[in-house]
Structure formats: C-alpha cells, structure tokens
DNA sequence: AACGGTAACTAAAACGTTTAACTATGAATA
DNA sequence: TATTCATAGTTAAACGTTTTAGTTACCGTT
C-alpha cells in the first residue's frame, strides 16, 4: 500500500526536478516520476516499491517509501483506476420518487453504518444520479462511467426498468430490502417482525386488528402476507375494511386513514401502522377524535425511530436494526469485491427484528 | 457534450475492430478509438466532434455522434479527469464524532437537496473519508487524491486541525453553519432565530426563560449571544442557573437537564431546547414531573423537524430552510467552479428562518 | 569455463482521453 | 497570380499509473 503522510506539506522547491502541472493554485501534485528521479530509481521501481511488490530490494523500498513521505506524494486515483480497472468506489442508489431519500432514518442510518465498513476497507461512496455531464443516462450507464466496483441499492423503485438494468447487469450488486432471483440483498426480516407484533397484539386480547400498509413493494407484500397468515393461524377473521393502503412515512394519509377507521361502525381496538411516523400522525387522529391511544384504540409502529424513544407515550413498536443491516450489507459487497464464491444459501441475508415494548397497545 | 444513449446495448461483434480489455465480465467498453475506426477519423476528431467543438464539420459530427450512440459509447471519466484534472466530482465531508451525520434530519436534508442542484450540473458527490486505502491520511489528502473539484463541509468538527487545513487549502470549499475569513458559507440565520424565539416568548409575558445549548460551535455561540441580548433589550434578567450546556440531539441529556431545571426553588416558566428532539424529551421530562408542558411550563424547540408536524401537542419551534440551505450551497459551488468572482459581501449567505407556532407555549 | 538461476532493476507499452501544433484544401482577397 | 485566411482535419504528446517482458549482474553448480 502507500505511505502514510501525515501533514501535507508544500513540495520544498529543491526537490521538484520537472515541472508538473498544478491542480489547483498553489497545489503541485508530486508524482512517481518525482520520486523516481530523487531516488535515481525508475518508475516502474517506484511503483513496485510503493505497492510493497516483491521484486524489490527491501532496502531500495525503505529509500523509495522514505523519500515519497518526504515529498508528500499521494497517488493519482485517476490514473491507478485507469490502468486498474479498479476504483475503490462503490456507487450508492438511493433515490426516491422524492428526491428525498437521504431523510428517511431507515436508509440514511443504513448508508452510515454501510459506509462506516466500506471506508474501513479502503471503499469511496459516490453517489449513482441518473445523468451524465447534463445528459440523462441510466444508472448502470452512469455507473460504467464512473466506473464503480460495485453498488449498493436501498431506497429506489425496483422495479423500473432503470434499475432493473442494472440488477441485472454483471456488477456486484448488494441490495436492500428487495431480493432477486441469483442476486445479492440483505432484508430487514419484515415477514418476522409483523408476525411478532400481530401475536403481540393478539396476545393482549386484540381480535380486530386493522393493518395500514404502504406502497406497493416486496417489504410491504412481506408484511401484508405475514399479516393474514398470523391472523388465520390465531383463527381470526380479517376485516378487508380494516386493511388499508396509504404510504410510508406519509402522516397526513395516515391521519386521515385512521380517521376512516374510527370511523368504522365496529372499529379496530388495534391499528398496525406501516411506520413510526405515521403511527405518530395516528395517534394525533385518535387524541383529535377524543379517545386516548393505547386505550380505546391501540397503536403499533414500525421501524423504532430513535427520536420517539423519548416522547411519551412509548410506542409499541418494531425496531429494524439499520447499523446490522448496512454491515450486512457492506461485508456482503466486499465478498463479492474480492470475488468469493457465495454460497447460494448466503445470497439473501435476512437481519432480526426487535419488538419494543411501549404503552400503546392496551391488555383486554 | 456527449450523446445520449437511452439504452445501453452489448455492442454489435461487427463493429468491435480491436480488443478491448472487459470492464466487467462480459463487458465491453467502447471507446473513442472504436468511433474513429468505424467513422473512418483520427481520435483527435471524434472527441471534439463529441464535445461539441467548433473545429469539426457539422455533417462529420453528426455522423460522430449517431456512430457513438449506435456503439453505445460511454466517455471514460478517469481518463477524461485524467487528463483535465475535472473530475465533476464534489466531496462531501459530513461525519460527526459518532458517524452519526448522516442521520441528523438537519444535514441529511441539506444534503438531498444539495445533491439534487449538483446532479442537475453535471456533477456527483463523493463521501471524503480519513483513509486512502487502509492508511490513514487528512481529509485535505483525500481530496486530492480523488482529485474532487470542490468540497462541502458540513457536520464535521471545524475546529480540528485537520478540517481547518482543509479549509485553508485552495480548493473550493463551502461550508454549512461555519463561517471563516475568507471562505465561502452558507448558514442558517441562528440570531435571528433565536431572536425571534425569545421575542416571541418575551412577549407572551415569559420572563424567566431558561436556555439550553449544546457543544461548542459557532452555532450555539450565536444563539447564545442572541438569547442574552433580546433578553437584555428587554431588560429581563438572566439567571445563569437557567442557562445550561447540553448537546444537540440528545434527548437523555435533555431530559435531565430538564428535571434539573425544574426542581430549581424558582423554576423557569418557558424552556428554550437547542433542538427539537430535546425538547420533546424536555417535554417528557415536565409531564413525568406531573405537568403539562405548553401551560405550567412552557417549550420551544428548533429545528422544525417534519416528524413532528402531526404530533401533538405542536412544538413552537424555529424551521430551519434545510432546503434552501442546500440549494445556496451548491449555488456558491457552481459559482467557485466556474472560477466567478464572487463579491466580499456574497461569501457568507444567511438563510431565513421561520417561527412555527405551535401550543407549547402559554400566554401568561 | 560454461551454464542456469535468481534477485533487482529497467524500458516501454498501455489504459482512454484531450489538446497544442501542424497540415492540407480551397475560397477570398489583393 | 500570389497571398492570406478559414475550415476541417491529423499527428503526437501528455496526464500518472501499472505491468509485461526483458536485461543485467551476480552467485552457485556442474
């Protein structure tokens, strides 16, 4: 690997034996051929010596190493990926219809965790947009150009053709919480999780349960089925009133879905919302009716957004574990960087759920 | 500019005049060299026929252009940086101390619409880590070594002498709530925030306003000074028992800080939080004390976090324009990029903030 | 003395662009 | 007719690396 320079310095004017063009004002890059030329080595030397190759004397790669150190050098991404193939870049995919992708906690605190590991591993995370230059270009064009080694997919409609492309394109690419035949995802157990909160609520005495789902997607069919069979399994009816669509993170439908649940002649003790957000925006619904959450109605979440773990009252939820799955994902991405066989069984990681016991969901 | 290629197709065994090494398995890249045999032109051609220069004829261009596309030409951004030393590349430093920065509402949001203006020009946005590789090097040394063409600092210890020599470089650089001679910034107006806060509080007749403030910044340093002297021109006194440090984000700090305010023999009657997840925890903190915030104690918060919009009670808070924030700051990048003069008086942008009324604040 | 082997190094090509300098052609001008 | 000029193209170098193939020089064997 490379030298590590602790404080760039300014190249001393003695050393500089050629004239390199500036990258910025001021800022002369040294190159190998500086270091080169003050070690009386050749370049191919140099490199060798600086990627710690063995057909080098070890006391010439001291001189080299040394004098690199000195001179400040610092390697040329540019020309090591042009010759390489490689870039050390990971192409992130994380748009929403939106463009508001990064402010969903879920994914935002996926990508930190993902990033975390993949820059400890010598990884850049570029963002994949769906231009080149100002010119509209697919994301898999955009990642060819930018030539990435891999991409992480969360937070983006699987199911354009766009993305769908790349998916199916020979580039390693780890995605979230959508899982495609021979491909390569970590998932959010969400069939589990709801199972879990629907036994939950059924275990303190619920028998009408109503279900807010979100937009249609593999997580919300995951949820959706869990749903009705852990019904079925206890033997209780499922209303189909009862089972709405609204969207994720959207507190105004839910507010509004939950008022036409209220509303019901025979209304829900119990209402599953598709996330924490929206069971927020239920909960104002059900105080504006003039009932008290947790009492006559109950309310479940999901997600175990962080900024509720203090509010009051607790809300029963289910908590995703974001940091796992982004490790998850970012160990997944590096296996397939160094190009390790995958075992079949290992291709669709799923990550535990974690019930959070608040004061929402009232025992009958 | 180069052309569209709405689809990317495997190129045609035809057309392929010379081996070309496979970016990917089964990945053949098509390069300038390709275009220039099939069009029968020197290279030199084909790329200003591309980049749209005005030395080649319309009819060559054109036919340049059409031969591209059918080829599904993609320009190779590492050669092209390589040699322009343009990488249309931006670096983004957001990593606070916990690499948590991402999932801060505040920055993650400026971060979104930030992105938005900068894929819009052509450019895309790379994560700046501490390490090249595995070694450890500045953030300034990162930046050279992808060679970005500007950076955007935001979350990010300012004070550290490694984000200073950053600053200090020549690169183009904007940085969000920070402000240094010299440099270009964009920040969200903090005094007048907190001006119009404690205005606003003043003048619902509260008079012993307490004042909670997190880490050491420049931000926290403005609304602190803010807070004094609207307190002062209104000739209210402040007891510095009221006015406490805690940290931004934090609700168990809050929440403590808050029972250590209310237990004081002369409590505060209106509680200023540095954000508004304090202040909902500060707002727990007063019901599990028996009381109701928003009438024995009153809240504000700040932030204007759009996970509470639906909940009640309604947080006064201050919004921050996170959007408008973003789009400033790639406005100021675009400008340093296209090497603009920028105006002494344009260096530092304010952006306005915006009272939002809510019920946790009793007239007295 | 001749040979083979190895360690340490070098020369040069290559990656895919851009661009400065040059050339050829023909049209316009003096 | 000779000169200038503009247009449309070409050649070749360069950007900073990595890497293949080759070259020494030296040592130990036979």
Redesign the interface.
């Given at each position: 690997?490379?030298?590590?320079?602790?404080?760039?310095k300014p190249v001393p004017e003695s050393v500089r034996t050629r004239d390199t063009?500036e990258?910025?004002?001021?800022?002369l890059?040294v190159s190998i051929k500086d270091i080169a030329q003050a070690c009386g080595v050749s370049t191919a030397t140099v490199s060798k010596a600086l990627n710690n190759r063995n057909d080098v004397n070890p006391a010439t790669r001291e001189r080299v190493q040394e004098t690199a150190k000195a001179l400040g050098y610092?390697?040329?991404?540019?020309?090591r990926?042009?010759k390489t193939?490689r870039?050390?870049?990971i192409g992130i995919l994380m748009v929403d219809k939106a463009?508001?992708?990064?402010?969903h906690?879920f994914f935002?605190?996926i990508?930190?965790?993902f990033?975390?590991v993949m820059?400890?591993?010598?990884y850049?995370?570029?963002?994949?947009?769906s231009?080149?230059?100002?010119?509209?270009?697919?994301y898999?064009?955009h990642c060819?150009?930018?030539?990435v080694d891999g991409v992480l997919a969360a937070c983006v409609d699987f199911e354009s053709d766009d993305v769908q492309?790349l998916l199916g394109?020979?580039?390693p690419v780890v995605s979230v919480d959508y899982i495609k035949d021979g491909k390569y995802s970590v998932a959010s157990d969400n069939a589990r999780g709801t199972e879990m909160v629907t036994e939950y609520a059924i275990g303190r005495g619920h028998k009408r349960i109503a279900f807010l789902f979100g937009e249609n997607s593999q997580v919300t069919d995951a949820r959706k089925n869990a749903f009705l069979e852990t019904m079925k399994a206890h033997d209780l009816e499922t209303d189909e009133r009862l089972i709405l669509q609204g969207k994720y993170l959207h507190?105004?439908i839910?507010?509004k879905l939950t008022q036409q649940l209220l509303a019901e002649p025979e209304r829900p003790t119990c209402i599953l919302y598709p996330d924490d957000?929206c069971a927020?925006?239920g909960?104002?619904a059900i105080?504006?009716a003039g009932m008290t959450p947790g009492k006559e109605v109950s309310v479940v979440g999901y997600d175990g957004?962080p900024?509720l773990?203090?509010?009051?009252p607790h809300l029963t939820t289910i908590r995703q574990d974001t940091e796992r799955i982004g490790i998850r994902a970012a160990e997944t991405m590096l296996r397939l960087l160094q190009k390790q066989e995958i075992p079949e069984s290992e291709r669709v990681s799923f990550v535990d759920v974690q019930l959070l016991e608040g004061e929402t969901v009232a025992q009958l």
């Open positions: 690997m490379y030298i590590i320079v602790s404080e760039s063009a990258r910025f004002e001021g800022v890059m610092l390697p040329n991404a540019m020309a990926a042009l193939n870039t050390y870049n463009d508001r992708g990064l402010q906690y935002s605190s990508l930190d965790s990033k975390v820059e400890r591993n010598g850049d995370l570029t963002f994949i947009s231009q080149i230059g100002r010119q509209a270009y697919s898999y064009e060819l150009y930018r030539n492309s394109s020979s580039l507190p105004e839910s507010y957000i927020v925006a909960m104002t105080r504006d957004h900024v773990r203090m509010m009051g």
